[in-house]
């Protein structure tokens, strides 16, 4: 029996510990990510929410903007959720073809949840917690857009390994986002 796909987590600053509960639940073995030597083996990564400018300046100073994009180039399975869309697209690790707004929806006070239709994850809708969350502005040709809220995309697609959204999955109960993360990487694992 193969053994459980090892997901990293990237632990530099926000919510990660959430997200490392919701994967240890669906049976995926975890690690905290805080430097490039945590990267190696991995065979998911999740980016979470938090500030995405605190979390710009640590993976800077731990040097993990380059190991990073490799890792994601290489076809790695991953989830970015709210700051985490922000550190992926254009502007920060370029990995993500999509410029965003940060906070778009309005400061702490004004956070939110919703109901979306997420294309392709799963039937039926999701429930999205916006907290200070971020849209996206513009996306590239080979992004494909999920799920918008007010007429503005949350939830984007690049290629067969990159999903982004402005919410926090790991705060609403429903886990379809982390399984896809899972089931991707299993995936990645028989096929090679």
């Not at 959430?18 to 083996?41: D, I, K, N, P």
């Not at 993990?64 to 700051?83: D, I, N």
């Not at 309005?106 to 294309?119: D, H, K, M, N, P």
Request: proline content about 5%; some cysteine.
């Amino acid at each position: 029996m193969p053994q459980p796909p090892l997901v990293g987590v990237l632990a530099i600053q926000g919510g990660f510990e959430a997200h490392t509960r919701v994967l240890e639940s669906l049976g995926a073995r975890t690690r905290e990510v805080r430097t490039a030597a945590e990267l190696g083996g991995l065979q998911a990564l999740v980016i979470p929410g938090g500030e995405s400018t605190t979390m710009s300046l640590g993976i800077e100073r731990e040097g993990l903007a380059e190991p990073l994009r490799e890792l994601v180039r290489q076809g790695t399975p991953t989830l970015g959720t709210c700051a985490g869309l922000i550190v992926l697209d254009r502007d920060h690790l370029g990995l993500l073809d999509v410029t965003s707004r940060r906070n778009a929806f309005g400061c702490q006070v004004r956070s939110f949840e919703a109901e979306l239709e997420l294309a392709g994850v799963g039937e039926g809708q999701l429930r999205a917690v916006f907290i200070r969350a971020p849209w996206v502005e513009e996306a590239g040709p080979g992004v494909e857009v999920l799920a918008e809220l007010d007429g503005h995309p949350v939830a984007v697609s690049q290629g067969d390994n990159l999903l982004a959204v402005a919410f926090h999955p790991e705060l609403s109960g429903d886990d379809r986002l982390h399984r896809w993360l899972v089931e991707c990487a299993q995936r990645s694992t028989l096929a090679s």
